[in-house]
């Protein structure tokens, strides 16, 4: 079980710093938190590729404004249509007029589609994660603080849900589902799916912190239950739902993927980067830039995502270890 | 005229898997305002359930019998949500473990303005006024610059000051204390007690303090109740339970107290035995079995004594008659305790 969030006697390194003056600054624990969290390299590195991903999803339709194409734009000029659609130019067409090459036989740009590529990846992966935290947090503390007949509901419920052969279960669901918004089902569909791993933290997140005696004393002091939710529970159970929400995110990214390249995901001519990387595999030998791309923007993100995770893990739940 | 908190009969069962526990089996006590009362007991004699059950934090699979009344409300039966109203409000607790006790994430005048505004609605302004008030009360030096720091950054001893100024808020009639001074070292522990008694004073709060420890009894409370097994077996003034104790019980809890000023010519005198389950209470007497004086089998074993006044207000429940128990006081015990109870730390 990890130990719990916010027992100051753990707490790595001194709670206070003597300030100027002699004067000793109190900090809160998220201060603390982010204190250790700029400590650490490698999170460091995740959060500055992590941001610089969103601020590229967020204005890629300035990126490819610049660039010139837009994803969905078909480019004949560009490829050659006597070699079965093979992209002019040496690279798969890499060159100052499209940046990363073009797609064989359609001649779109494929920088302008790894742009919007990243936008539908973080849409989807993040969408998908605040509809797993929100479940998983509301069933999880209903569960725990709750206990008894609910606690055995909705525990059963979420086992049932682990043990399901998710994606197998995903591909059929999302084959058989009217195809209106795409996005916005595949959002739904994997937050479903994964909202029984946040359940199951915060599940034993807040039994145990039900039993602190802080709750004791704010039941003492005449809280609601509404109160000891919101005001106890939850400040202490951010740090660890942030920290399986930033670990979850690159798992969807993945799932997102996995679910395009077998066809089921977002649909063509909306880009995504599994979508592209199944498209690639019929020119690997041709075109590998082609291939390599998609791959490489799916590796650095999940990367990203996952340093970040790991070293919010340690600043919020610091073991003093160095584990 | 009646006291401001009548305990009557209280009896807290909980239902588990080996069977039912008897948490608190008849116990009757009344307290009123500017007065305290010590409960002693080992652990497991039911003492901290009888002050959840008054508070009405108990929490599983439990039953209460018999009646709680606060100021003339009847608290066992009530609404949880009317006796929700009054914790914090007009009775409030405060804990063993000052550390735990305070919400890591928030500055500690925080959670006193937090408790002040539940109950009456105060700005936050007012709210706060009345925080830096009342830690300076509790002895927090420069509280308005402690307001804004965090539990971690106060001592053991502060915390607890901070907890008692939570506590107080809003005056309660009532406060409970659950071994408030447990966690706290030995000199901490006498200016806690010294700060409940002053404050005792000056807001004519009713105490309830529970503790196993006989020296904190001696300190601050009025009155004395002991607990064995979830019964009382001995209740009086101070002066009573400690000068003319009558419950062999209670002379082993004063054989087993440590001495600083007395020769050593004896070693300690631990109760022999183990405080019994509550699921399988022995038969008669609970304390027959580790009962130096019983009276075996009859009646001891098979009767339960009759909780009977002896002079005055002062309650025992054993079956030694009056002259026995004098006089074994007088040749077994008074010795060994005697000028021990003017401690009080």
């Known amino acids: ?323 | 005229m009646t006291s401001l908190l009548e305990v009557e009969d209280l009896r807290v069962r909980f239902s588990t898997e080996d069977g039912v526990v008897r948490a608190v089996d008849g116990v009757s006590f009344e307290v009123d305002r500017g007065q305290t009362l010590g409960i002693v007991g080992e652990s497991g004699s039911g003492k901290s359930v009888t002050s959840l059950a008054i508070m009405g934090l108990l929490r599983g699979r439990f039953t209460v019998e018999g009646s709680v009344t606060l100021g003339g409300d009847e608290l066992v039966r009530a609404d949880p949500d009317f006796v929700r109203e009054l914790r914090g409000n007009r009775m409030a607790m405060i804990f063993q473990d000052p550390l735990s006790s305070l919400h890591p994430y928030y500055t500690v005048g925080n959670q006193i303005i937090e408790a002040y505004r539940l109950h009456t609605g105060a700005t936050k302004r007012v709210a706060r006024k009345r925080a830096v008030d009342l830690l300076g009360r509790v002895g927090i030096p420069q509280p308005e610059g402690r307001i804004d720091d965090y539990p971690h950054q106060f001592s053991g001893g502060m915390r607890q000051r901070v907890m008692i100024a939570m506590a107080l808020a809003c005056d309660p009639e009532l406060l409970i204390a659950d071994e408030p001074t447990t966690a706290l070292d030995v000199t901490v522990q006498a200016q806690i007690l010294n700060l409940i008694a002053d404050l005792q004073e000056e807001f004519g709060t009713a105490v309830i303090l529970i503790t196993h420890d006989l020296g904190v009894v001696a300190g601050v409370a009025d009155e004395a109740l002991v607990m064995y097994a979830g019964r009382p077996v001995e209740h009086g003034t101070l002066r009573q339970v400690f000068y003319e104790p009558r419950h062999p019980y209670t002379w082993g809890l004063l054989s087993s107290v440590t001495r600083l000023d007395r020769e050593p010519e004896h070693r300690l005198r631990p109760i022999s035995g183990n405080p019994p389950s509550l699921i399988d209470v022995p038969s008669g007497c609970p304390f027959h079995p580790r009962c130096p004086y019983r009276m075996l089998p009859e009646p001891c074993s098979t009767e339960v004594p009759e909780y009977a006044p002896v002079n005055g207000g002062h309650l025992v429940a054993c079956h030694l008659s009056e002259q026995e128990r004098t006089e074994t006081f007088a040749r077994d015990i008074l010795p060994r305790v005697q000028s021990s109870v003017r401690k009080g730390g």
């Open chain 1, 1 to 323: 079980m990890a130990v719990p969030v916010g027992v100051p006697e753990r707490q790595a390194p001194g709670p206070t710093t003597a300030a100027a003056g002699g004067r000793v600054e109190g900090r809160s624990l998220p201060q603390m938190a982010w204190r250790r969290l700029r400590r650490d390299r490698a999170a460091m590195a995740g959060l500055g590729v992590v941001s610089a991903l969103v601020l590229i999803a967020i204005f890629a339709p300035v990126l490819t404004w610049l660039n010139g194409y837009s994803p969905t734009q078909f480019n004949p000029g560009a490829i050659d249509p006597a070699l079965g659609g093979v992209p002019k130019g040496p690279l798969g067409g890499i060159g100052a007029e499209h940046w990363l090459g073009v797609e064989p036989k359609s001649g779109r740009d494929i920088f302008s589609r790894l742009v919007y590529g990243a936008r539908v990846s973080l849409l989807i992966s993040v969408g998908a994660t605040g509809v797993a935290v929100v479940l998983g947090t509301v069933f999880g503390i209903v569960a725990g603080y709750v206990g008894g007949w609910a606690d055995a509901v909705i525990g059963r419920t979420m086992d049932v849900l682990l043990s399901f052969p998710s994606l197998i279960f995903m591909i059929a669901l999302v084959a058989m589902l009217p195809n209106a918004n795409r996005p916005l089902l595949l959002i739904v569909v994997i937050g479903f799916f994964g909202w029984s791993y946040v359940g199951r933290i915060v599940r034993g997140q807040t039994i145990s912190l039900a039993q602190r005696e802080f709750v004791e004393a704010a039941r003492a002091l005449g809280a609601s239950t509404r109160y000891i939710v919101f005001r106890e529970l939850l400040p202490n159970l951010a740090g660890p739902i942030l920290v399986v929400a930033t670990l979850t995110i690159p798992t969807y990214i993945a799932v997102e993927a996995a679910l395009s390249f077998l066809g089921v995901g977002v649909k063509p001519p909306t880009p995504s980067w599994g979508q592209m990387l199944s498209d690639a595999v019929d020119w690997y030998q041709v075109i590998p830039s082609y291939f390599v791309l998609p791959g490489l923007c799916l590796f650095i993100t999940v990367l990203s995502f996952n340093l970040l995770g790991d070293g919010l893990r340690d600043a919020i739940e610091p073991r003093g270890d160095g584990s």
